[in-house]
């Protein structure tokens, strides 16, 4: 890719429209210092200076989607609570289409507080606190979200379907019958479909997959391994082959400073090389980045390999965005290409 090619597809994403569901969370961010001692309970007192939101899980996808320049069309299930009303507000200022919302009522929006206190010693100490669902949303609720996404794909007449499935407890949104539904949808030979999951990788037939080593070597049963363990290119590979025909769709497996290796149906492996950022990093929500411009780029015209790398360069940009869940935007694809990614060799496929 060079940086005429770069530009082409950056221009086609802004024609592209997305259908994004799954799991939506608030991420509501604190940073403060010890203000003293309660009178009432003797313990330290945490005073918060700065306090603030952003759309999280499935959300920042979206938002990573939205400031890539596509057309974004929100689904999420959301309680009929403060949370919902704050990350549908959250969404809408940063250009999301969040109106077709299923609103269950009983159910809590997830809602994760992460806390960086300062205390008196200097250590800054983190703090978090998810309000979770006790369980999966109902059927009716789910019933009422697949008809949406379907309805919602044909008449927006959208290129792309993202389905994040973050669900390990059993208290998400994408449930077998849910997902059974995106399946179907996903057939669609005019849509380009992707999805993650944490614990469902194995059971997304007809969406290109973007799972990380740990969540691919799991659900195919080849390994497992403990989720911060590098995974050898061996049991990558292993794992991929066992659920390739399972899926019938590509694998784009985020492998951290390693890069992106990419599984094609007829047998190709591509190794799409990264840069490692430097300074002061922040990997969460890299490979949400790296979702969004792997889905956009396939959807635009690209190529697996020219996709994989457009995945690793938003991973490089939002990484280095401390204190939140980055984003990249198509003049910081652009730049990063210059700066740090125009002399890395091209991929050899395999």
């Not at 599984?263 to 922040?282: C, N, Q, W, Y």
Request: overall charge negative; aromatic content about 4%; hydrophobic content about 40%.
């Amino acid at each position: 890719m060079d940086e005429t090619r770069l530009a082409e597809l950056l221009s086609a994403i802004q024609q592209l429209t997305v259908v994004i569901t799954g799991d939506f969370c608030l991420d509501r961010y604190g940073r403060g210092g010890i203000q003293g001692v309660s009178r009432e309970t003797g313990q330290e007192v945490p005073r918060l200076e700065s306090h603030f939101f952003s759309p999280g899980a499935a959300g920042t996808i979206a938002w990573n989607l939205a400031d890539l320049g596509a057309e974004v069309l929100a689904i999420p299930v959301l309680g009929a609570d403060r949370y919902g009303e704050v990350i549908t507000r959250e969404m809408v200022l940063r250009g999301i289409d969040a109106s077709n919302a299923v609103v269950e009522e009983g159910r809590h929006t997830p809602s994760y507080e992460k806390l960086k206190i300062r205390h008196q010693d200097g250590q800054v100490r983190e703090l978090r606190i998810d309000v979770a669902n006790a369980g999966p949303v109902g059927e009716a609720a789910g019933q009422a979200l697949a008809g949406r996404v379907r309805s919602v794909v044909s008449g927006h007449q959208a290129q792309v379907l993202v389905v994040a499935d973050y669900d390990e407890e059993g208290t998400g949104v994408v449930t077998a019958d849910i997902r059974e539904a995106l399946c179907t949808v996903a057939a669609s030979p005019e849509l380009v479909s992707v999805a993650t999951s944490r614990a469902n990788t194995g059971g997304f037939r007809n969406f290109a997959l973007v799972p990380n080593e740990y969540e691919l070597t799991t659900a195919s049963g080849v390994a497992q391994p403990e989720v911060f363990d590098d995974v050898s290119d061996a049991t990558v590979e292993a794992a991929a082959a066992a659920l390739l025909p399972r899926i019938g769709k590509p694998f784009f497996v985020t492998r951290g400073t390693r890069g992106i290796t990419v599984f094609e149906l007829d047998g190709r492996i591509s190794h799409v090389p990264t840069r490692k950022a430097e300074g002061e990093i922040d990997i969460t929500g890299a490979g949400d980045s790296a979702l969004s411009a792997i889905s956009l780029t396939l959807a635009a015209g690209g190529t697996s390999v020219e996709a994989a790398l457009m995945g690793n360069l938003a991973a490089n940009i939002t990484v280095r965005k401390i204190g939140t869940t980055g984003t990249a935007t198509p003049e910081e694809l652009q730049q990063v290409y210059r700066d740090v990614f125009a002399d890395l060799a091209a991929p050899e496929a395999g």
